[in-house]
């Protein structure tokens, strides 16, 4: 049994509510565009005024419920077009680490899991798809689910890319999807079609796995529409950290970070009771006394990634955590004082 696509069931009920307050014309017409029966005016006009959206919007669900989930987002594109009426819904990936999708050839598969191992360690996980066997059905499904799912792509154009029968197909989902995609380039090889009008980076011989990784962190950190997904992914990362090394340089990317959900505050809480690499570890900082101006301080990343935490709109939701983490690490002073700027929160701290 497959998970269910929650995603794409949301979206349904959105754009079916949405198309239940438009005129029967209307709605048959895109109906009719997706060689969908119509809907006839009986039905339309069978229930009182008072629950006409609601059945109406029942009878929509029935007639897109079965398209898949790119042509629902083609859909919700539409209607927004027509009507000047958003269709979106809360991304279930909005606040969990990103996932991205590779697409390459097989003589590139040992370089493409060594950047996968490079990106693991910034929470960010990379989807290797097969390209040069025949995928079974079970395969080729969870290639699809992937891509229907991933945050984004990253296209390792080498030479031949052009005549492999699955590149040009994933490439070709993840643009329909209008998720971003960056295009790396081997051997001087240039990307064609759509993806061809976007600028593509240039992999130099003798660059490592590392470099090519850091070039994607670096992409990455430049999209706005990655910003949340990459926030959860460093918090993972920062969990995950192995050394005081690691630690600093996923701080530095983590310490503006905004709009952590309930899952990435508690992963962000564990790493400071938990992870010796971060409530052992300081950071370097510069004293702004006058009489001490230019010394150098160490601000410990217990007390830095606390704060960073009662920032964070899924605080509250781990008030009991919060509660644990600051009694182990001595950070009671900072739990009180953001425990009474959120209304009813004192209560279930102390409890």
Known sequence: MQPLNIEKLALIRNIARTLAEQSLYDVNLILHELQIVEITAEAWESRSSSSATGSR??????????????????????????????ISVESKRATAPLQLFASHLTTQKALVGQVGEYLHKWGVSLFVAHTSIEPDTEWQREIERVLDSCDAGVVFFSPKFIESRWCDQEVGWLMGRQVPCYSLRFN???????LGKK??????DGMTAASVGEEIIRWISQK???TTGFAASLVEALKNSDCFRQTDKVWDRLQNAKDLGKDSVASLLSAIRDNDQVYRATRASKSGRADQLGREERDPYAELAF???????GFTANIELATEVAKIRG????????????????????A
């Open 57 to 86: 919007t029942c009878i929509v669900i029935e007639k897109i419920r079965d398209l898949s989930p790119s042509a629902i987002d083609d859909l919700a594109h539409s209607v927004r077009e027509l009507f000047g009426i958003v």
């Open 188 to 194: 001087n090889e240039t990307p064609y079609g759509p």
């Open 199 to 204: 600028q593509a980076y240039n992999v130099t």
């Open 224 to 226: 706005p529409e990655l």
């Open 307 to 313: 704060k960073l935490a009662t920032k964070q709109p």
């Open 331 to 350: 950070l009671d002073a900072l739990l009180g004082g953001a425990v009474g700027s959120f209304p009813n929160s004192s209560s279930r701290a102390e």
